[in-house]
């Protein structure tokens, strides 16, 4: 796999390409986080193409911490956390997966909206070499369109495992 240009969390808003999906749920950040962090149940809930989500660092958690995801068909994308602070926020930037991309900041927010009621954003930053450029706005949409999903699949995952726990 091609190495990438590693970036810090402000390419989050710098980056050339922004792309983001949110969802807001009537559940607390604490339960959005537990799913966020649950690596290895990603596939569960996130939905086509994620096949696979495996950390790969002895601390799973935190910021320096990496895992590996795949996407269908067998595209693997390593990742290394930027940030981490628990029920508000985390980012990692690609480390190295397939060529066409320069870098990769994903950033993960979450906000309070109000008593037991959460917003949850997810920005992927990219910077695509000068090849791919020209199929980044049909990237774009599908990427927007599979985040937004995705979303409401995390916040949807958080509720079902809420009430599981009786919280």
């Not at 810090?8 to 559940?27: M, N």
């Not at 986080?33 to 690596?39: C, G, Q």
């Not at 795949?70 to 602070?85: K, M, S, V, Y």
């Amino acid at each position: 796999m091609p190495a990438y240009v590693p970036r810090e969390i402000d390419f989050a808003d710098s980056a050339p390409v922004r792309i983001e999906g949110e969802a807001v749920a009537d559940v607390e950040p604490s339960a959005v986080w537990a799913v966020l962090v649950d690596h290895r149940r990603w596939p569960e809930w996130f939905g086509a193409p994620l096949v696979g989500c495996e950390p790969m660092s002895a601390d799973e958690t935190g910021v320096g911490s990496t895992r590996r995801v795949t996407l269908r068909p067998n595209i693997g994308f390593d990742e290394r956390f930027i940030a981490w602070e628990p029920d508000r926020l985390w980012a990692f930037t690609v480390t190295s997966g397939p060529p066409g991309i320069r870098s990769i900041v994903e950033r993960c927010t979450i906000h309070v909206e109000g008593p037991g009621r959460t917003r949850v954003t997810y920005r992927m930053a990219v910077e695509p070499k000068p090849i791919m450029k020209p199929v980044m706005p049909l990237m774009r949409a599908g990427i927007g369109r599979s985040l937004n999903k995705a979303m409401r699949a995390l916040v949807a995952e958080a509720r079902t495992r809420s009430v599981r726990s009786g919280d």
